[in-house]
Every structure is written in C-alpha cells, then in structure tokens.
C-alpha cells in the first residue's frame, strides 16, 4: 500500500529537515508531501532542498497561511490524484514520534478506515505538556464525545492515517473547519458514514523548537462548530440549516 505522510508547514525551518529524515529513517517506504503555507523563514525553501535531493519528498507551495484544515485536504486531494492507498497526518514539529508510524500503518494495512494515534488510551500519553495543554486536548475530546456521540478517546489530534476509499467516501471540498476543529469534523463524519476507527496508542512530545501554532482562536472555533452540530444531531429538523453554515462557513 502506497503511502503519503502529509506534513503541513509554516514557518517550521527549525524541524522539517529533522523529522523527514526521522521519518524515512522509520519507514523508508512512505513517501513525504509538505504543504508550505507561504512560509517567512524559509521552510518552502528547504522544502525544495529536500525534494531535488530525495524522490520520496514532495512539496505543495501554497502562497499564504490558509489554515491546517485546508493545508491537509489539498495534501489529501495531491495524494489521490498520485495514486496514493494511504494518506497520513503528521505535524512538522516532532511532536508525532516516526516510531509510532509503525503501528499506526499496521491498523490501517488491517482495515481500519481511520487510524488514530491517540495519547489518551492505555499506553499513550505526553511528555512535557503544560497543564493547559492537557486540559484543552482531554477537555475538547471530552466536549465532542458529549456533544456528538462519538466514541473516541482523542478526537483532536493529528496523527492519523485515512485509507484513500475513506477519504473518497467524503466531501472534502465543503469541509472548511480548521485546527483541531477539522480533526474532530473528520472524526465524527467518518463514523457517521458507518466506517470504523481504531485508535492506537503514541506518546506526543511537546516541540524543542519554533513556536506552537495553538491560539485562542482555534479553541473558539473547536467550540463553536461542535455545538452547532450537537445541537442540530439532537434536534436535527429545527437545526439542520445552521449546521450546513457551521460546516461551509
């Protein structure tokens, strides 16, 4: 099965070249496609560097921070149209461990239609996290659970594996939810089109280098759009029209 780990970026100078080379050093048969936001520092630059050096290596140049929710569904739709069986997330930071790929792989090459790397299941967890981290991740999951019956542990993170017929099974080009947002608006329409999630467990690792793209922002649209389809699940005639403008909007 063809892979593609798709690593979104901006302004990730510091890590991209690391984690690439951590990565083939795990999996020397996935392939990489970074999706550079327009990047200050030079990231796409590097980028290039790494692709003209490697096959394994692609590079999609986007001309300004679009948001992570559009820098994955333009690496997913890349990754499709280059025939790809496997389409993976994965942060630039080093936070997502290359030594967990292997498990996260053998759930999807078992049939898992999205595979999970979770850090709240036996055998996960994090190292180096503040305490506010832990509470936004464990409380948003929380919330989408509540809120919108689904039965995952990690409903926001990002290091996770989509079959190509998954990913086909969905309309990509109306979901306009970002940051950890658009994990939980994958999550939650993957099991509401009757398909299975498999979580395994990964240790997250806070980033060395360069600054966390979280802001307050992110967490108010997580909140937002996660009420708006709880409710209209609930009370599905009343609400319907105003989860189609939480989706598209």
């Not at 951590?22 to 970074?34: E, K, N, T």
């Not at 149209?81 to 936070?95: F, N, T």
């Not at 649209?221 to 029209?241: D, K, M, Q």
Request: aromatic share 8%; glycine share 10%; hydrophobic share 45%.
């Amino acid at each position: 099965m063809r892979t593609l780990i798709v690593v979104p970026t901006y302004d990730e100078s510091a890590n991209l070249a690391w984690i690439v080379e951590r990565i083939h050093a795990a999996q020397p048969d996935v392939d990489v496609l970074v999706t550079d936001d327009g990047s200050p520092d030079g990231t796409g630059d590097i980028a290039d560097g790494l692709a003209a050096a490697d096959p394994r290596v692609h590079v999609l140049h986007r001309t300004s921070k679009q948001g992570l929710g559009s820098a994955y569904r333009a690496g997913f739709a890349w990754g499709m149209d280059h025939g790809y069986d496997v389409l993976m997330e994965m942060d630039a930071d080093g936070s997502h461990r290359p030594e967990d790929l292997e498990q996260i792989l053998a759930a999807s090459a078992a049939g898992a239609d999205l595979v999970l790397g979770s850090r709240w299941v036996p055998g996960g967890g994090v190292v180096n996290w503040p305490w506010h981290r832990r509470m936004i991740s464990r409380g948003g999951t929380f919330y989408a659970r509540l809120m919108l019956g689904i039965p995952v542990h990690d409903a926001t993170g990002g290091f996770r594996a989509f079959r190509r017929a998954t990913l086909e099974r969905l309309p990509l080009e109306e979901i306009a939810s970002q940051g950890y947002c658009f994990q939980i608006d994958m999550t939650r329409r993957v099991l509401d089109a009757g398909m299975s999630v498999v979580e395994v467990p990964i240790t997250f690792v806070e980033r060395e280098r360069g600054e966390s793209k979280m802001s307050g922002a992110i967490v108010r649209e997580a909140l937002w759009r996660v009420t708006v389809w709880g409710l209209a699940r609930l009370v599905p005639g009343r609400l319907r029209r105003r989860q189609a403008l939480a989706t598209t909007r």
